[in-house]
T-cell receptor, first 113, second 115 residues
Framework: QKEVEQNSGPLSVPEGAIASLNCTYS??????FFWYRQYSGKSPELIMS??SNGDKEDGRFTAQLNKASQYVSLLIRDSQPSDSATYLC?????????????WGLGTSLGVNP | GAGVSQSPSNKVTEKGKDVELRCDPI?????LYWYRQSLGQGLEFLIY????????KSGLPSDRFSAERTGGSVSTLTIQRTQQEDSAVYLC?????????????FGPGTRLLVL
């Protein structure tokens, strides 16, 4: 089992819809969780970080963390064509691994106008 | 400086040559990572420097790859005797650990092409 898993997609949603991206992780000791966006040919950029169970909202983006079920999700409301990108989930590994970020392979999202 | 910088932005080399890739992290950031990303693929972890601790080299694919971080700042990734399969984008990221989370800031990458 991979440490951080994401569906590779592509996920396709119409403009204005809600896009839901999911990520599961294997280690219950994981502490910090991040969503990055990567446009084609560009470097990843941080969208949201979340550390506690529950929801965290920032504009059109909502991150949801459920440590009991070991998943973290990202919801994008009112999806726009400019949201089309690959979304990477990253997790701070268990204590003792020198706080190294563990990355999923990313989910490709396409928003159709 | 505003962000993480990397040089060169593009590098074309011949098979068998050595290359050096440079990363200047954000000032004050204690952690520095190197990743490799092939076209359409995910991030492949290479090496991780954290403060004065011994680097985590567990991701280096072969002994042709090495990296140094001088004075806790600038880092150089060296690839010896390059092979065509080394062609990829090499990304550097830095972070400052605070309060239980590390936000990584990425440089623009070096696009390496081995002919």
């Amino acid at each position: 089992q991979k440490e951080v898993e994401q569906n590779s997609g592509p996920l396709s949603v119409p403009e204005g819809a809600i896009a839901s991206l999911n990520c599961t992780y294997s280690d219950r000791g994981s502490q910090s969780f991040f969503w990055y966006r990567q446009y084609s040919g560009k470097s990843p950029e941080l969208i949201m970080s979340i550390y506690s169970n529950g929801d965290k909202e920032d504009g059109r983006f909502t991150a949801q963390l459920n440590k009991a079920s070991q998943y973290v999700s990202l919801l994008i409301r009112d999806s726009q064509p400019s949201d089309s990108a690959t979304y990477l989930c990253a997790v701070i590994g268990p204590a003792g691994n020198n706080r190294k970020l563990i990355w999923g392979l990313g989910t490709s999202l396409g928003v159709n106008p | 400086g505003a962000g993480v910088s990397q040089s060169p932005s593009n590098k074309v080399t011949e098979k068998g040559k050595d290359v050096e890739l440079r990363c200047d992290p954000i000032s004050g950031h204690t952690a520095l990572y190197w990743y490799r990303q092939s076209l359409g693929q995910g991030l492949e972890f290479l090496i991780y420097f954290q403060g004065n601790s011994a680097p985590d080299k567990s991701g280096l694919p072969s002994d042709r790859f090495s990296a140094e971080r001088t004075g806790g700042s600038v880092s150089t990734l060296t690839i010896q005797r390059t092979q065509q399969e080394d062609s990829a984008v090499y990304l550097c990221a830095s972070s400052f650990s605070s309060g239980g989370g590390e936000t990584q800031y990425f440089g623009p990458g070096t696009r390496l092409l081995v002919l």
